[in-house]
């Protein structure tokens, strides 16, 4: 008796790459930031030569000549930069020095214009450096109201967070006292302070982390990690990698004012350590 064929099994069908199922939407977050193309080109003038050089003879020889200012240089501080920043995410920036950071950090604030590229953000992102514009002169106490007004808070927040600011700070009876009289280390914690105490679409920190001492960085990065939870994103520069470790979730290797390597901070970092 002859048997019946049976089918051959199909094979399994594999998806075309279009029919490859998309991640589910709600393992990403929304985009919070996108850069796309980013460059960035500080004119510098008066970057003369030795022999241009600013000495009173050659400034009165241009007067006299009729001579424009010396020339002007151009430095490419950021060259190309793309990615997309989404919600829930710590992006650590690294690079060696010059390589772009603080550029990138200050162009994704809205402080730099683009010389070619593009910057998009979702709400406005806030700027925390080391460098942050409180006034040296005003007490501790008086930046912290101008800080948080700044910030656009209103008198009933402000009361409410006042007194979790100066704890958080750990600048204690200094409060009373001008910001000039303070360590570089307390103004960085108090500026740190006053800037987490609102929650952010997008925070950028620049070097803040590093003045503060180990039992302020653990504190710091608690509250980074709850900025996160809060489903903004967070931006970190530091030249201090076990900060960025530590604290993010991302990292971005700068090197030249490009891109070199972006992604799981362990990879990357051993990659930057590498080199
Ligand atoms: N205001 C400026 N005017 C002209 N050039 C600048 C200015 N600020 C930065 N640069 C130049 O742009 C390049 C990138 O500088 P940037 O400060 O962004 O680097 P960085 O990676 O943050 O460095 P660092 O680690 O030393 O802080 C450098 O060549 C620097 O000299």
């Known amino acids: 008796m002859a048997q019946e064929e049976s089918p051959a099994p199909k094979p399994p069908k594999t998806p075309k790459p279009s029919e490859t199922p998309a991640p ?7 985009p919070t930031v996108i850069v796309d193309n ?3 080109v500080y004119k510098v003038y008066g970057a003369a030569t030795d022999a241009q050089k600013g000495n009173a003879a050659n400034a009165l020889m241009r007067v006299l000549r009729r001579q424009g200012r010396p020339q002007m240089k151009e430095v490419h501080a950021v060259k190309g930069v793309s990615f997309v920043a989404r919600h829930g995410e710590a992006i650590g920036i690294v690079g060696r020095n010059g390589s772009g950071k603080s550029t990138l950090l200050r162009a994704i604030a809205g402080l730099l214009p683009p010389h070619k590229g593009a910057v998009y953000t979702d ?5 925390l450096g080391v460098n942050a514009a409180l006034m040296k002169e005003l007490t501790g106490e008086r930046n912290i109201v101008l800080g948080c007004y700044a910030m656009g808070m209103s008198p009933n927040e402000l009361r409410e967070k006042y007194d979790e600011i100066v704890d958080f700070s750990g600048i204690g009876e200094f409060v009373q006292f001008p910001m000039s009289t303070y360590s570089s280390g307390m103004g960085a914690r108090l500026r740190f302070a006053i800037s987490s105490a609102k929650t952010h679409d997008v925070l950028l920190i620049d070097e803040a982390l590093a003045t503060g001492d180990r039992e302020f960085k653990k504190r710091s990065q608690k509250r980074i990690k709850q900025m996160r939870e809060s489903a903004g994103t967070v931006f970190l520069v530091a030249h201090n990698l076990d900060v960025i470790e530590e604290t993010c979730s991302r990292v971005i290797w700068l090197h030249k004012g ?3 390597m972006d992604g799981d901070p362990t990879e990357v970092l051993a990659a930057y350590n590498k080199a």
């Open 24 to 30: 589910p939407a709600q393992e990403l977050g929304t």
């Open 38 to 40: 980013l460059h960035i």
């Open 258 to 260: 490009k891109i070199k």
């Open 123 to 127: 709400g406005q992102p806030s700027l």
